[in-house]
């Protein structure tokens, strides 16, 4: 056992040290063997045969030679962005889409499904049939495949607890994929992996801890702290589109009244819009609509730019009210970084700085001006982003953003690496 333990361990220490050299090239190539060595403080012997081996999958190549100081031109290392393709769907939206992606998050191949999924087993079929178009569409290797998905997921096992709009309870979604195309698989929920996203791919990547907030249909978020995605111990950290913020509010499709979801979603502003049409005679929607007719978002955003008081009313609320939770969420946590993403920040500019306006006056003053409050910058792409960047994370570690090690373990590689031979 004690054998078997040792050598576990050393191929343990191995990956890591590894993925440790790769993540280096990845983050600061084109780099020489030796500024490896440097940045990673492991021994030059050890970065050479690691490189070697990485050069031997494919992984990294030699570019050409760089700068030195004297002596002999180091030869550079770079990661080859398209040694492996990633196959990465979103299932957040009404249309589930898919990407083909490269190790630098660059989509080479994009699809939308068909038609929209009408039940649990059609929703499944249609995974299905993403992945083979997807599969189809690139001659590259595959590294595995990334899932942003609504609902509460379990992570580890790739086991969509509950997606209700999809009609999936309990559905071994991972295990489905992994016994149908032999690939590694990861999934998780649609609004942490745009936190994943923003933080590896977008303007945020140099940030520690973010919070990103999605509002589409629903209202959700994920947290990053430390460089590493925050899941809680259910996988539901950042569901926060069920606090009730509404005493005797609409009833909500969880069960209960009054969630933030009735107010802050992109349905719910839709919904009191028309509800309010009836009543507002100075709207545009006021004769056009009625009480029975429906408005669009960009409808709705038209008339917000316009200065139209319905439309402003029920952005303000909807700004309001998401405000309050995100003043409650950045107090808990003590991060910094918030940023919004989702169909509703079409409305820009007042519905941001509504938001902006209530966080500042619920928060304790001193934290009220550190706190930065943004639309994201990875726009509709996010979660295709997100779900690479679970994978990227997840099986080759490319940033350690997911599964973070612990420095102390750091420093125990370097010292088993000194003891030698294990
Ligand atoms: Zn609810």
Redesign the pocket.
């Known amino acids: 056992v004690v054998q078997y333990l040792k050598k576990a361990t050393h191929q343990q220490t191995r990956i890591y040290n590894s993925q440790l050299v790769l993540k280096t090239i990845y983050d600061q190539g084109p780099i020489s063997r030796a500024s490896v060595a440097r940045l990673t403080k492991l021994n030059r012997a050890t970065v050479s045969e690691l490189v070697a081996e990485l050069i031997e999958r494919g992984l990294v190549a030699e570019i050409g030679r760089g700068r030195s100081t004297g002596g002999t031109l180091p030869i550079l290392l770079s990661v080859v962005d398209d040694a492996l393709h990633l196959i990465s769907l979103d299932l957040s939206g009404e249309m589930f889409t898919g990407a083909v992606v490269n190790l630098r998050g660059e989509i080479r191949h994009r699809l939308v499904a068909s038609q929209p999924a009408r039940d649990g087993a059609q929703a499944e079929a249609m995974v299905y049939e993403l992945v083979d178009a997807l599969q189809a569409a690139t001659q590259h290797p595959l590294l595995g495949i990334g899932i942003g998905a609504p609902g509460l997921i379990d992570s580890e096992k790739g086991t969509i607890l509950e997606a209700v709009n999809l009609g999936w309870r309990n559905l071994p979604l991972g295990q489905l994929l992994r016994e149908r195309y032999f690939l590694p698989v990861h999934i998780a929920n649609d609004s942490q992996v745009a936190a994943l996203a923003e933080q590896i791919f977008g303007e945020c990547a140099s940030q520690s801890s973010l919070i990103v907030i999605k509002i589409n249909r629903g209202v959700g978020s994920g947290i990053v702290v430390d460089g590493r995605l925050y899941q809680g111990e259910g996988f539901a950290a950042g569901e926060i ?2 606090v009730r913020v509404v005493e005797n509010g609409q009833p ?5 009244t009054g ?4 107010v802050a979603s992109c349905s719910a502003v839709l919904r009191q819009a028309v509800e309010l049409a009836a009543q507002t005679s100075d709207s545009v929607f006021f004769t056009r609509n009625g009480q029975s007719g429906s408005i669009t978002l960009e409808e709705l955003t038209r008339a917000l730019q316009a200065g139209d008081p319905l439309a402003c009313q029920v952005v303000q609320k909807a700004g309001y009210y998401l405000g309050i939770a995100i003043a409650y969420m950045v107090s808990t946590l003590n991060i910094q970084r918030v940023l919004l993403t989702g169909d509703i920040t079409i409305f820009g500019q007042p519905w941001l700085e509504t938001i902006r306006a209530t966080v500042r006056q619920r928060i304790l003053p001193k934290l009220a001006s550190k706190v930065q409050i943004d639309i994201n910058c990875l726009g509709t792409d996010v979660v295709i982003l997100g779900a690479s960047a679970l994978l990227l994370t997840s099986e080759l570690g490319l940033s350690l953003a997911h599964y973070a090690v612990p420095s102390q373990i750091v420093k125990e590689v370097q010292l088993m690496e000194m003891g030698g031979g294990q």
């Open positions: 589109g069920h909500c499709r969880c069960g209960n969630c933030l979801e009735t």
